[in-house]
């Protein structure tokens, strides 16, 4: 009877033991302004998801912080990547929890590291992008893919996709005006038509929107996919024009169909509905969705866009998108600066606007079992970035919130299914 107890004993404290255990050594990694560097934080929290480690996304918790597990491994490599730490007790674990409990703040799981691709011409563009450079800074690993290795169904493979600075409407961009007889757009214009040549297409536009209707199907399937600059309106432009020739002559030797604005079947879209085709070559716009164009003050520390916040509890999926330790953020300039909000598909929700204008300028929507983030401009840290200018060093940006915007959406698909509203 005496050894029973005292088993019963030894086997009830080793019980308390393992659950006061599982609570303890606790790893924050703040996302507030005691953040040495916020971009890299990403990287870390991947680098603990490729582990197999347990994270979790505090949504709201000292401007999206990650909890990951006390392990050397993770201290030693946040050292290495100038990651500030914080040590979380049992105590301090449950203290947080309670916070979050009582507030706008959720507890989000992320299950495992997403699977990135990146959809990127193979040959050298006079242009950087600012995903591969976030991508790159945060060590986070990618893969690069293009047109034939989209339409070979190698999508599958991954969870994740960006969409680089393409012209979805076979249009070289509309650079012809300003860039027609430069090298590097000439070598462009022969290497596209080559490829659409080889995969069994007429024109470089029947090309991308083969590519478009199977990254859509990629969506509906259940991936996720994020865009910037004409990635987003282009792409939209290409599901609308199925079937429809609305590239001018000065691009494809024949003229647009003159009857192709009313051509356009806008329930193809993802996003945009209603929206004017820019029919002129010379002109450097789609339509107008884009509103770089719109008479809103421009320059820096002038022209800024606005997060909205969201419960974090009832949509904690534009929560997650918007995590950032700043609310008011410097615009972004780009070939699609922001988005008309006339011309936007109700039940898509707009996390950000420059306010008092028409400029939306981050978007998130639901197709399928995916999900797609649309976010205007170019890149973040340069307000209006020129073809040819030098990338930008994000070692001099490591705060940067319009970057974090970026690393939330490559973060999101990690989290945990069950989670997930709209």
């Not at 870390?44 to 491994?73: H, I, K, Q, T």
């Not at 201290?75 to 105590?91: F, H, K, P, Q, W």
């Not at 789609?286 to 969201?310: A, C, K, Q, Y």
Request: with cysteine; glycine share 8%; hydrophobic share 40%.
């Amino acid at each position: 009877m005496l050894f029973a107890c005292i088993v019963l004993l030894v086997s009830s404290f080793f019980l308390r033991f393992s659950v006061v255990s599982s609570e303890a050594g606790k790893l924050l990694v703040p996302m507030d302004e005691t953040q040495s560097d916020h971009l890299k934080s990403y990287g870390l929290a991947y680098f603990a998801l490729e582990r197999g480690e347990r994270v979790e996304w505090l949504l709201n918790y000292r401007d999206g912080s990650f909890m990951l597990e006390d392990s050397p491994e993770t201290r030693n490599e946040a050292g290495i990547r100038g990651v500030t730490l914080e040590s979380v007790d049992a105590a301090s674990y449950a203290s947080i929890a309670h916070e979050i409990d009582e507030n706008n703040m959720e507890k989000i799981l992320l299950e495992k590291a997403p699977r990135i691709a990146v959809y990127v011409a193979p040959s050298e563009e006079p242009w950087d992008d600012a995903v591969i450079l976030a991508l790159d800074y945060a060590e986070i690993p990618y893969v690069t893919l293009w047109d034939g290795d989209v339409l070979d169904g190698k999508l599958e493979e991954f969870d994740w996709l960006h969409l680089h600075h393409e012209d979805f409407t076979g249009q070289y961009g509309k650079f012809l005006g300003s860039y027609g007889t430069a090298p590097w757009y000439i070598k462009q214009k022969a290497v596209y038509e080559e490829l659409a040549r080889k995969a069994g297409f007429a024109k470089v536009s029947e090309h991308k929107k083969a590519v478009v209707r199977e990254i859509k199907q990629f969506i509906a399937k259940g991936g996720f996919v994020f865009g910037m600059c004409s990635g987003t309106d282009s792409f939209d432009i290409a599901l609308a024009a199925e079937g429809v020739d609305i590239v001018p002559t000065e691009y494809d030797r024949d003229p647009p169909d003159p009857k192709c604005q009313s051509k356009l079947d806008f329930k193809k879209c993802l996003a945009f509905e209603n929206f004017k085709l820019v029919l002129e070559p010379y002109v450097y716009e789609f339509s107008n969705i884009d509103t770089s164009n719109l008479p809103i003050p421009r320059g820096v520390g002038i022209d800024v866009f606005t997060l909205f916040e969201f419960s974090a509890k009832e949509d904690p999926v534009p929560t997650m998108l918007t995590q950032c330790h700043a609310s008011r953020i410097q615009n972004l300039m780009g070939q699609t600066t922001g988005f008309s909000k006339s011309c936007i598909k109700k039940g898509i929700t707009i996390m950000a606007e420059v306010e008092g204008t028409e400029e939306v300028k981050y978007i998130h929507g639901s197709f399928g079992r995916g999900t797609f983030t649309f976010y205007g401009g170019h890149d973040p840290e340069d307000y209006q970035h020129l073809i040819g200018d030098p990338p930008s060093n994000l070692s001099l940006h490591k705060h940067s919130p319009g970057y974090r915007l970026i690393l939330n959406n490559i973060l999101f698909p990690a989290a945990e299914k069950k989670e997930r509203k709209t």
